[in-house]
């Protein structure tokens, strides 16, 4: 079945299935299967997605960057105007990276991926611990 969403779904689905502690054990081995077909056809549009993205973080973080997370790890101990400071600049990197690669995350694209039924879906959902925005993503790309 052919969808159509934007890379920044799949950029999200690919990070939670990729993560080490995702598991697929609850799974029958033809649901496993299928989820394997489907994680391999989310990772060909990922990867090079999410090598535009690393590409922009490493190119437009500042020289002091290090510095301004350090900060931010002490934030409690700040006095307000440094809280001030270092949320505006880490604002400022943020938001100057998500338009550098708003072209490449917003854009649709279509992806052929057989869905996943409830019961197989929810075996998989029931097999980890995610979040309800991480099932949400999933069940977007997953399921019809």
């Given at each position: 079945?052919?969808?159509?969403?934007?890379?920044?779904?799949?950029?999200?689905?690919?990070?939670?299935l990729n993560a080490k502690?995702t598991?697929?054990?609850?799974m029958?081995?033809?649901?496993?299967?299928?989820?394997?077909?489907?994680?391999?056809?989310?990772?060909?549009v990922?990867?090079?997605a999410?090598?535009a993205?690393?590409t922009?973080n490493?190119?437009?973080?500042?020289?002091?960057?290090?510095?301004?997370?350090e900060k931010?790890?002490?934030?409690?101990?700040l006095?307000?105007?440094?809280?001030?400071e270092?949320?505006?600049?880490?604002?400022?990197?943020?938001?100057?990276?998500?338009?550098?690669?708003a072209?490449?995350?917003?854009?649709?694209?279509?992806?052929?991926i057989?869905?996943?039924?409830?019961?197989?879906?929810?075996?998989?959902?029931e097999?980890?611990?995610?979040?309800?925005?991480?099932?949400?993503?999933?069940?977007?790309?997953?399921c019809?």
């Open positions: 079945m052919k969808k159509e969403v934007t890379v920044q779904t799949i950029l999200d689905a690919y990070h939670v502690t598991k697929a054990g609850k029958k081995d033809g649901e496993f299967s299928q989820l394997m077909k489907a994680i391999k056809t989310i990772k060909n990922a990867l090079p999410q090598e993205v690393t922009a490493e190119k437009l973080t500042p020289e002091n960057f290090e510095e301004i997370q931010a790890a002490r934030f409690t101990s006095t307000d105007a440094e809280k001030i270092v949320n505006n600049q880490l604002i400022r990197v943020q938001n100057k990276i998500e338009r550098c690669t072209a490449e995350t917003k854009k649709t694209v279509k992806i052929d057989s869905p996943l039924s409830e019961e197989s879906f929810g075996r998989f959902v097999a980890n611990d995610f979040s309800v925005g991480q099932i949400l993503v999933l069940q977007e790309l997953l019809k």
